[in-house]
Nanobody
Framework: QVQLVESGGGLVQPGGSLRLSCAAS????????MGWYRQAPEKRRELVAT???????NYADSVKGRFTIYRDNTKNTVYLQMNSLKPEDTAVYYC???????????????WGQGTRVTVSS
């Protein structure tokens, strides 16, 4: 089994910064793409940013220039640095990873439990 555990959410004032972390653990052979999604109250979950195991990153238009996604493959961890936060960034942020299991060799998506980010004065 594979687990994704997020951390780093919280309350921040508009214009502030937060860094989210997501660590993957368990029976892991390979991790392919990793990413962050978010879901605001009464809205659908949406993509924030993704990063493949190699290659270029991808961002939602609403966060380009403010958020940066990066990963540390030695720690099986993906990060989301969020700067210049706005009230509309308020949401539960979910980590996602495309993982091949070392136990079953099956490949599938895994999700974290979510971490809440609130941007408010």
């Amino acid at each position: 089994q594979v687990q994704l555990v997020e951390s780093g959410g919280g309350l921040v004032q508009p214009g502030g910064s937060l860094r989210l972390s997501c660590a993957a653990s368990g029976s892991i052979r390979s991790i392919y793409a990793m990413g962050w999604y978010r879901q605001a109250p009464e809205k659908r979950r949406e993509l924030v940013a993704t990063i493949p195991s190699g290659g270029s990153t991808n961002y939602a238009d609403s966060v380009k220039g403010r958020f940066t996604i990066y990963r540390d493959n030695t720690k099986n961890t993906v990060y989301l640095q969020m700067n210049s936060l706005k009230p509309e960034d308020t949401a539960v942020y979910y980590c996602n990873a495309d993982v091949r299991s070392a136990y079953s060799d099956a490949r599938r998506d895994y999700w974290g439990q979510g971490t809440r980010v609130t941007v408010s004065s």
